[in-house]
């Protein structure tokens, strides 16, 4: 093999290692070049069409179960049974990000069923039916989710456990 044939193999060889390397950092690269916007709940209601398809974080509860996974705003916890209260918006957990932290979140045993819940911090790409608000009840099929229920979603890119003074 010549010098020049060499060169000609390891050039495209480096490429391709520098373009997979950069595919397999590609979520770190977007959160640098395009961090996600810090938003409340309240945000969402108001400016889902700015955020549409775009990154955000925000804190808030993680409920997961057999045909259950949203992110509320609030839940209540009485007699051990718990509620989700506020706006909730569906998880649609594309990465399963949601099975690696499992075991780190409280769970209540319901009809021989299993709930997880706890108090998250989650980055993730913002969706929104055009017509149908978060807060609204929608007409069953036409949102996302379990029976397309829930009018929002996000698809979770990062997941943290935050403390909480929950049962």
């Given at each position: 093999?010549t010098?020049?044939?060499?060169?000609?193999?390891?050039?495209?060889?480096?490429?391709?290692?520098?373009?997979?390397?950069?595919?397999?950092?590609?979520?770190?690269?977007?959160?640098?070049?395009?961090?996600?916007?810090?938003?409340?709940?309240?945000?969402?209601?108001?400016?889902?069409d700015?955020?549409?398809e775009?990154?955000?974080v925000?804190?808030?509860?993680?409920?997961?179960?057999?045909?259950?996974?949203?992110f509320?705003?609030?839940?209540n916890?009485?007699?051990?049974?718990?509620?989700?209260?506020?706006?909730?918006i569906?998880?649609?957990?594309?990465?399963?990000?949601?099975?690696?932290?499992?075991?780190?979140?409280?769970?209540?045993?319901?009809?021989?069923?299993?709930?997880?819940y706890?108090?998250?911090?989650?980055?993730?790409?913002?969706f929104?039916?055009?017509?149908?608000?978060?807060?609204?009840?929608?007409?069953?099929?036409?949102?996302?989710?379990?029976?397309?229920?829930?009018?929002?979603?996000?698809?979770?890119?990062?997941?943290?456990?935050?403390?909480?003074?929950?049962?």
């Open positions: 093999m010098k020049k044939s060499r060169i000609l193999f390891i050039i495209p060889l480096i490429i391709f290692l520098i373009l997979g390397f950069l595919y397999w950092k590609s979520e770190w690269l977007i959160m640098l070049f395009w961090p996600p916007k810090e938003v409340v709940f309240e945000d969402l209601l108001i400016k889902e700015e955020l549409q775009k990154s955000v925000l804190e808030g509860f993680l409920l997961k179960g057999e045909k259950l996974s949203i509320t705003e609030k839940i916890v009485e007699d051990g049974k718990i509620k989700s209260t506020g706006a909730a569906w998880v649609e957990d594309k990465r399963e990000l949601i099975g690696k932290v499992l075991e780190n979140l409280k769970k209540e045993e319901r009809m021989e069923k299993i709930i997880y706890g108090k998250v911090r989650l980055a993730g790409q913002f929104c039916q055009e017509k149908w608000k978060c807060d609204e009840e929608i007409e069953e099929g036409k949102g996302y989710g379990y029976l397309g229920a829930y009018g929002c979603q996000i698809i979770p890119t990062r997941i943290k456990i935050l403390e909480w003074g929950g049962n």
